[in-house]
């Protein structure tokens, strides 16, 4: 598995080998009122559906009991921060997310949204975030809510993502953190079992998202985004998606090894990997420039993660 950045297997595309024009972000004009859709927009709804589910079955799993009304609270915490993170995301990306076709209609390079006014946003419901988690719940879940929106914002959007092939090995940390921090509600602290939960987001989101990256390689390369199919190629993405997916066997095995997870949870997860394997096994023997087995291993890999984590909770004994 290398982590090395990026630098010879496939020739770099010109658009990667300069810096994305300033210009840009002054492309993204102010184009009047903005509406309540188009803020909720602004918060990555899908990424906060996901967010919200791993936070909850962190929760649901956790040892003891939380108040349900203060438990609310914390999961909506959790949703905040996790829209916050990816207002600022779209803030700092405007100029790219206006060169891809999958991100040309989001509410700032559409006009819908003035960028100062997103930040705004952004930033008064991150700090608002933090404070109901601590203030309601714990402040251990606040501290890692705060770091996780640090890591997306900071981290990922503002070095990683434009910088490195390895944008989404590292960046996938930041969300990877919502079980963690369910966790955190009920026990007040971070455990191996927390960070066992947080390991299978974070070596799920690799293979992942290469897979979208694979037939969205066109627009990244656009944007002069780093994606490992765009400067490594594909045939080394698709052998790297491969050697993860075989990675998410053993660390699927974590909750049963520290006793969280029962046989329920080690055979569902069994077979969840057989079927993971089996598309990135699809994928690399597809020919290049096919896109068909790596959309639906993208397809498969958020139903996986969903499945994995809600037989985390069944078998939690909840």
Same mark, same amino acid.
């Given at each position: ?124 419901? %991150? =700090?608002?975030?933090? /404070? &109901? ?10 501290? #890692?809510?705060? $770091? !996780? ?44 079992? %927390? =960070?066992?939960?947080? /390991? &299978? ?10 897979? #979208?990256?694979? $037939? !969205? ?102």
């Amino acid at each position: 598995m290398s982590t090395s950045t990026p630098h010879t297997s496939a020739p770099i595309p010109a658009s990667l080998s300069a810096p994305v024009s300033a210009v840009s972000h002054a492309a993204s004009g102010f184009a009047g009122e903005a509406t309540v859709s188009d803020y909720l927009n602004l918060l990555k709804p899908r990424v906060m559906s996901l967010v919200i589910f791993s936070g909850l079955c962190g929760l649901l799993a956790a040892p003891g009991a939380i108040n349900p009304i203060l438990g609310a609270i914390g999961i909506f915490a959790l949703a905040v921060g996790a829209g916050a993170a990816g207002a600022v995301n779209m803030w700092y990306d405007r100029d790219i997310d206006a060169m891809m076709n999958r991100t040309k209609d989001r509410p700032i390079p559409s006009g819908k949204v003035d960028p100062s006014e997103a930040l705004t946003f952004a930033l008064i419901l %991150s =700090l608002f975030s933090v /404070m &109901i988690m601590g203030l309601a719940v714990n402040w251990v879940a606040a501290g #890692l809510l705060a $770091f !996780a929106n640090f890591f997306y914002s900071i981290v990922y959007t503002m070095w990683l993502k434009r910088w490195t092939a390895q944008n989404i090995v590292i960046g996938g940390a930041a969300g990877a953190f919502p079980p963690m921090i369910g966790w955190a509600m009920v026990t007040g602290g971070v455990d191996l079992t %927390s =960070l066992a939960l947080f /390991m &299978i987001i974070f070596f799920w989101t690799p293979p992942h998202f290469w897979a #979208l990256a694979l $037939f !969205a390689c066109k627009d990244y390369a656009r944007a002069g985004i780093p994606m490992l199919p765009c400067v490594r190629g594909e045939t080394h993405t698709k052998r790297q998606m491969f050697v993860y997916t075989l990675l998410m066997w053993p660390v699927c095995a974590l909750p049963f090894l520290t006793g969280a997870s029962g046989y329920l949870f080690l055979c569902g997860g069994f077979a969840l990997n057989l079927l993971f394997t089996l598309s990135a096994w699809r994928v690399l023997r597809e020919p290049n420039s096919v896109y068909a087995e790596a959309r639906k291993m993208f397809g498969y890999s958020i139903f996986y993660l969903f499945a994995i984590f809600l037989l985390l909770v069944m078998d939690s004994g909840f």
